[in-house]
C-alpha cells in the first residue's frame, strides 16, 4: 500500500470542491466528469473510497 504524505492530505479536495472553485470562476466542470477525467489520467488519489485531487494535479 502507497501511503500518502499528510501535507497531500491536507491540499487535496474532492471534485466536488474543484467543481464549485470553476464554477466561481465562470468555467462549467461537473464533479462527475472532472472525477472521471482525474481517475482516466491518474491524476488524482483514492482514500479509502472517496478521490482526492490536489491542487497541483488540476494545474
Known amino acids: 500500500m502507497n501511503d500518502l ?3 497531500l492530505l491536507t491540499v487535496s479536495q474532492t471534485p ?3 467543481s464549485s ?6 468555467l462549467r466542470m461537473s ?24 491542487p497541483r494535479q488540476i494545474d
Do not use: H, M, N
Open 5 to 7: 504524505p499528510p501535507e
Open 16 to 18: 466536488e470542491y474543484w
Open 21 to 26: 472553485r470553476f464554477r466561481d470562476k465562470g
Open 31 to 54: 464533479a462527475r466528469s472532472l472525477r472521471e477525467k482525474a481517475i482516466k489520467t491518474g491524476l488524482c488519489y483514492f482514500v479509502d473510497r472517496q478521490v482526492l485531487i490536489s
